[in-house]
């Protein structure tokens, strides 16, 4: 039976696990970012990220990234988003504490979610980490999958698949977009 979780339990000792194409950056329809060039943030993005890093012990990015995998971009070309990503973000006044990426094309690869491979990679990088204190925010159900088959809690952006039923099984907490998130969280923190 699953317990109710409310916004309100989250405190700084929390991990956050984040999903990066339709939460951090719009997502290109049923394609890849192949480059920096076709990245472009979310408005607020940059806002939530900083409200986020105040919030969280750790945060820690988890993204499938089939598109290397299939040959279509190289890791380099994947490093290069993510470093001129961290750049904007660190200018704004946030952070991402891991970046973690799976290149698999196989569904079925542990690391690929919704298998909890990449929660177990950073529970090595981070031994601290409690998934039961823990958060995946993503906008997919795979992201939510991801989060409950390592024991996390989860929020579920309406971002990209705004159609998902809520009530759901999977999604303990749903928002809007991130920074409707983060603003809320914040707002907490300060009552």
């Known amino acids: 039976m699953q317990t109710m979780f409310s916004i309100d339990q989250i405190d700084k000792s929390f991990t956050l696990f984040i999903d990066r194409d339709g939460v951090i950056n719009e997502e290109k329809h049923e394609d890849y970012i192949l480059n920096w060039e076709e990245f472009k943030f979310y408005d607020g993005t940059i806002s939530a990220m900083a409200l986020l890093r105040s919030l969280f012990d750790k945060i820690i990015l988890v993204t499938n990234q089939k598109g290397v995998g299939k040959k279509l971009m190289s890791v380099e070309d994947l490093h290069h988003i993510h470093n001129s990503m961290l750049d904007q973000i660190r200018k704004g006044g946030g952070d991402i504490d891991q970046i973690l990426y799976c290149t698999d094309t196989d569904n079925d690869s542990m690391n690929r979610k919704p298998q909890p491979g990449m929660a177990f ?41 705004p159609e998902t039923e809520f009530p759901h099984p999977l999604i303990d907490l749903r928002f809007d977009d991130l920074l409707s998130f983060a603003k809320a969280l914040s707002e907490l923190t300060k009552s």
Do not use: E
Not at 133 to 138: A, D, N, V
């Open 121 to 161: 990679q950073a529970k090595a990088l981070f031994p601290q980490i409690d998934f039961k204190r823990s958060i995946m925010i993503g906008n997919r159900l795979s992201d939510m999958g991801f989060g409950r088959n390592a024991g996390m809690h989860t929020v579920f952006l309406a971002t990209t698949n």
